[in-house]
């Protein structure tokens, strides 16, 4: 099946580091992508990590993907107020032959200043 | 290079019309998928176009319907509106049939009352 959860809130203090967690069930993902949210926007990209892959760091961002457990996390370091928003993660089955994302519900990101 | 743009931003409709939302692709993107998003949500796949031709259909019915011009841009049709249909419509772009990241637009929210 295709299925991807996530916790729905998070709340951290300024300078603190962020960790958002995800779990998806489909292991033919070749992808598997994180989404930022802000209020009445579209999606942002963050970053990926291909799924041969067990981590993934750029600047701020650390994806770690543990495949076995199908766990996905993206820790954000030194978490701002300007990182308060929604995050998604999605993973990108391949059975069918289309390329569709399947995300998560979201985990709503609060930055306490 | 452009980013992909979404028209209108905002539309009121009541149940029983039609809406048809608009996409421009990226520039050398020749994937456009349509996802749905309601209120507290994760965004859900409607459909897929790859040079003009459907590939690949979430779980929505026929009433949702599509269309993917030459030069890439795409039109989503949602015909005997219901109250349901609520949501922010999103549409993401891709090149290479969307096997590479999906770069989303700013998104429509279509109201039905």
């Known amino acids: 099946g295709e299925d991807v959860e996530q916790s729905l809130f998070l709340s951290v203090r300024e300078g603190d580091s962020s960790v958002i967690n995800c779990t998806y069930t489909d292991s033919s993902s070749t992808y598997l992508y994180w989404y930022k949210q802000e209020p009445g926007a579209g999606l942002q990209l963050l970053t990926y990590?291909?799924?041969?892959?067990d981590m993934k760091q750029d600047q701020r961002l650390t994806v770690l993907l543990n495949k076995k457990d199908k766990h996905l996390s993206l820790r954000i370091a030194d978490t701002q107020t300007g990182d308060s928003a929604i995050y998604f993660c999605a993973e990108t089955p391949t059975t069918s032959g289309t390329y569709k994302y399947i995300f998560g519900t979201g985990t709503r990101l609060k930055v306490l200043a | 290079e452009t980013g992909v743009t979404q028209s209108p931003t905002h539309l009121i409709k009541t149940r029983g019309q039609q809406v048809t939302l608009r996409c421009s692709s990226q520039?050398?993107?020749?994937?456009v998928s349509w996802y749905q998003q309601a209120l507290g949500q994760g965004p859900q796949f409607i459909f897929q176009?790859?040079?003009?031709?459907?590939?690949g259909r979430g779980n929505f019915p026929p009433r949702f319907s599509g269309l993917q011009f030459p030069n890439y841009s795409s039109e989503l049709n949602v015909n005997a509106l219901e109250l349901d249909d609520s949501a922010l419509y999103l549409c993401?772009?891709?090149?290479?049939?969307?096997?590479?990241?999906?770069?989303f637009g700013p998104g429509t929210r279509l109201l039905v009352l």
């Open positions: 176009y790859y040079r003009e031709e459907e590939n």
């Open positions: 520039s050398g993107h020749n994937t």
């Open positions: 993401a772009s891709s090149p290479n049939s969307g096997k590479e990241t999906q770069y």
């Open positions: 990590i291909f799924s041969n892959m």
